[in-house]
Protein backbone atom coordinates (compact mmCIF):
# COMPACT_ATOMS: atom_id res chain seq x y z
CA UNK A 1 0.00 0.00 0.00
CA UNK A 2 2.52 2.34 0.73
CA UNK A 3 4.55 1.38 -2.37
CA UNK A 4 1.62 1.75 -4.22
CA UNK A 5 1.50 5.57 -2.84
CA UNK A 6 5.09 6.48 -3.25
CA UNK A 7 4.78 4.97 -7.30
CA UNK A 8 1.65 7.40 -7.36
CA UNK A 9 3.20 10.45 -6.21
CA UNK A 10 6.11 10.27 -8.57
CA UNK A 11 3.75 9.90 -11.53
CA UNK A 12 2.03 12.52 -10.12
CA UNK A 13 5.45 14.42 -10.20
CA UNK A 14 6.34 13.30 -13.80
CA UNK A 15 2.93 14.42 -15.49
CA UNK A 16 1.14 17.45 -15.45
CA UNK A 17 -2.32 17.96 -15.97
CA UNK A 18 -5.20 20.30 -15.76
CA UNK A 19 -7.64 20.41 -13.26
CA UNK A 20 -9.86 18.88 -15.91
CA UNK A 21 -8.55 16.05 -16.97
CA UNK A 22 -7.06 15.39 -13.05
CA UNK A 23 -10.55 15.08 -12.66
CA UNK A 24 -11.40 12.64 -15.62
CA UNK A 25 -8.55 10.61 -15.09
CA UNK A 26 -9.81 10.24 -11.33
CA UNK A 27 -13.36 9.42 -12.24
CA UNK A 28 -11.95 6.95 -14.69
CA UNK A 29 -10.24 5.24 -11.88
CA UNK A 30 -13.46 5.14 -9.46
CA UNK A 31 -15.24 3.64 -11.99
CA UNK A 32 -13.00 1.45 -12.85
CA UNK A 33 -12.66 0.18 -9.35
CA UNK A 34 -16.31 0.16 -9.01
CA UNK A 35 -16.56 -2.22 -11.63
CA UNK A 36 -14.16 -4.43 -10.22
CA UNK A 37 -15.38 -4.55 -6.69
CA UNK A 38 -18.84 -5.34 -7.84
CA UNK A 39 -17.62 -8.17 -10.24
CA UNK A 40 -15.60 -9.91 -7.33
CA UNK A 41 -18.67 -9.31 -4.70
CA UNK A 42 -20.98 -11.07 -7.59
CA UNK A 43 -18.48 -13.96 -8.14
CA UNK A 44 -17.78 -14.15 -4.34
CA UNK A 45 -21.92 -14.20 -3.57
CA UNK A 46 -22.78 -16.57 -6.92
CA UNK A 47 -20.73 -19.07 -5.29
CA UNK A 48 -21.81 -18.90 -1.74
CA UNK A 49 -25.94 -18.83 -2.95
CA UNK A 50 -25.32 -21.42 -5.77
CA UNK A 51 -27.21 -18.63 -7.79
CA UNK A 52 -26.47 -18.01 -11.08
CA UNK A 53 -23.68 -14.90 -11.71
CA UNK A 54 -26.12 -13.63 -14.41
CA UNK A 55 -29.54 -13.52 -12.48
CA UNK A 56 -27.35 -11.66 -9.36
CA UNK A 57 -25.88 -9.01 -11.87
CA UNK A 58 -29.39 -8.29 -12.82
CA UNK A 59 -29.56 -7.18 -9.56
CA UNK A 60 -27.31 -4.44 -9.30
CA UNK A 61 -26.63 -0.81 -9.51
CA UNK A 62 -24.06 0.77 -10.64
CA UNK A 63 -23.59 4.63 -10.51
CA UNK A 64 -20.82 5.82 -11.64
CA UNK A 65 -18.26 8.95 -10.65
CA UNK A 66 -18.23 11.84 -13.30
CA UNK A 67 -16.53 15.06 -13.15
CA UNK A 68 -18.65 17.41 -11.63
CA UNK A 69 -19.32 14.37 -9.27
CA UNK A 70 -16.29 12.46 -7.88
CA UNK A 71 -18.19 9.86 -6.34
CA UNK A 72 -19.51 6.20 -7.32
CA UNK A 73 -21.43 3.77 -5.66
CA UNK A 74 -22.76 0.39 -6.62
CA UNK A 75 -26.48 -0.78 -5.06
CA UNK A 76 -27.86 -4.74 -5.13
CA UNK A 77 -31.50 -5.81 -4.07
CA UNK A 78 -31.10 -8.47 -1.46
CA UNK A 79 -34.55 -9.59 -1.30
CA UNK A 80 -34.87 -13.42 -1.79
CA UNK A 81 -35.21 -14.81 -5.61
CA UNK A 82 -38.15 -16.74 -7.03
CA UNK A 83 -37.26 -20.07 -7.58
CA UNK A 84 -38.65 -19.68 -10.95
CA UNK A 85 -35.72 -17.96 -11.88
CA UNK A 86 -33.41 -20.47 -11.91
CA UNK A 87 -35.10 -22.47 -14.06
CA UNK A 88 -37.41 -24.41 -12.28
CA UNK A 89 -38.23 -28.11 -13.33
CA UNK A 90 -40.93 -30.45 -11.87
CA UNK A 91 -40.56 -34.25 -11.21
CA UNK A 92 -42.45 -36.81 -8.90
CA UNK A 93 -40.66 -35.66 -6.03
CA UNK A 94 -40.43 -32.04 -6.02
CA UNK A 95 -39.01 -28.77 -8.00
CA UNK A 96 -35.39 -28.50 -8.59
CA UNK A 97 -34.23 -24.99 -9.50
CA UNK A 98 -30.23 -24.97 -10.17
CA UNK A 99 -28.92 -26.48 -7.46
CA UNK A 100 -31.82 -26.12 -5.22
CA UNK A 101 -34.01 -28.78 -4.67
CA UNK A 102 -37.64 -28.07 -3.03
CA UNK A 103 -38.87 -31.61 -1.95
CA UNK A 104 -43.35 -31.34 -1.94
CA UNK A 105 -43.28 -28.11 -3.95
CA UNK A 106 -45.06 -27.73 -7.27
CA UNK A 107 -44.82 -25.23 -10.44
CA UNK A 108 -48.67 -23.47 -10.80
CA UNK A 109 -49.85 -20.58 -13.00
CA UNK A 110 -49.29 -16.89 -10.57
CA UNK A 111 -52.88 -15.02 -10.20
CA UNK A 112 -50.45 -12.11 -10.19
CA UNK A 113 -46.78 -10.80 -10.46
CA UNK A 114 -44.02 -10.76 -13.11
CA UNK A 115 -43.61 -13.65 -13.68
CA UNK A 116 -46.73 -16.30 -15.06
CA UNK A 117 -45.60 -19.42 -13.68
CA UNK A 118 -44.10 -19.59 -10.23
CA UNK A 119 -43.02 -22.72 -7.37
CA UNK A 120 -45.26 -22.94 -4.90
CA UNK A 121 -45.01 -25.60 -1.37
CA UNK A 122 -47.89 -26.07 1.09
CA UNK A 123 -47.65 -23.99 4.17
CA UNK A 124 -49.45 -27.20 6.33
CA UNK A 125 -48.54 -30.89 6.06
CA UNK A 126 -52.51 -31.87 7.30
CA UNK A 127 -55.99 -30.46 6.46
CA UNK A 128 -55.71 -27.89 9.53
CA UNK A 129 -59.65 -26.74 10.25
CA UNK A 130 -58.44 -23.24 11.19
CA UNK A 131 -56.65 -23.11 7.46
CA UNK A 132 -59.09 -24.32 5.52
CA UNK A 133 -58.04 -24.82 1.97
CA UNK A 134 -54.74 -25.53 2.37
CA UNK A 135 -52.44 -22.05 1.54
CA UNK A 136 -49.56 -21.95 -0.26
CA UNK A 137 -46.10 -20.42 -0.16
CA UNK A 138 -43.93 -18.90 -2.75
CA UNK A 139 -40.71 -20.78 -2.38
CA UNK A 140 -37.79 -18.33 -2.75
CA UNK A 141 -34.42 -18.53 -2.78
CA UNK A 142 -32.83 -16.30 0.40
CA UNK A 143 -29.75 -14.67 -0.61
CA UNK A 144 -29.48 -11.35 1.91
CA UNK A 145 -26.45 -12.68 4.38
CA UNK A 146 -24.34 -13.99 1.82
CA UNK A 147 -24.43 -10.92 -0.62
CA UNK A 148 -23.40 -8.82 2.70
CA UNK A 149 -21.01 -11.41 3.43
CA UNK A 150 -19.29 -10.74 -0.05
CA UNK A 151 -20.32 -7.49 0.07
CA UNK A 152 -17.97 -7.04 2.94
CA UNK A 153 -15.07 -9.08 1.59
CA UNK A 154 -14.99 -7.07 -1.50
CA UNK A 155 -15.21 -3.59 -0.07
CA UNK A 156 -11.44 -4.71 1.73
CA UNK A 157 -9.84 -4.46 -1.26
CA UNK A 158 -11.39 -1.13 -2.51
CA UNK A 159 -8.01 1.28 -1.43
CA UNK A 160 -5.51 -1.07 -3.17
CA UNK A 161 -7.66 -1.24 -6.62
CA UNK A 162 -8.43 2.16 -6.27
CA UNK A 163 -4.36 3.00 -6.12
CA UNK A 164 -3.71 0.57 -8.92
CA UNK A 165 -6.06 2.05 -11.21
CA UNK A 166 -5.28 5.33 -10.44
CA UNK A 167 -1.56 5.10 -11.07
CA UNK A 168 -2.63 2.95 -14.36
CA UNK A 169 -4.78 5.95 -15.22
CA UNK A 170 -2.59 8.31 -14.85
CA UNK A 171 0.50 6.72 -16.87
CA UNK A 172 -2.39 6.49 -19.53
CA UNK A 173 -3.09 10.40 -19.26
CA UNK A 174 0.23 11.28 -19.24
CA UNK A 175 1.66 9.18 -22.18
CA UNK A 176 4.14 6.93 -20.01
CA UNK A 177 2.28 3.85 -21.05
Known amino acids: ?4 IRELEEIAGLVELSEK ?10 NDTM ?12 GMTDVM ?4 RERTHLIKANVKNLEGDHSMIILSIPAILLGARQNASGVKA ?29 YNP ?3 GYPIEDVRIP ?3 DTEL ?15 NLTRHLKLAGGLL
Do not use: C, T
Not at 1 to 4: D, K, V
Not at 35 to 46: C, N, P
Not at 150 to 155: C, F, L, P, S, T
Open 1 to 4: MIEA
Open 21 to 30: RAKQVIARAI
Open 35 to 46: KSIRHQMLQVAS
Open 53 to 56: YKIL
Open 98 to 126: GKHFFRSAFIAKANKGPFKFRVYRRKYKR
Open 130 to 132: EHP
Open 143 to 145: IKE
Open 150 to 164: AHAYAERQVDEKFLK
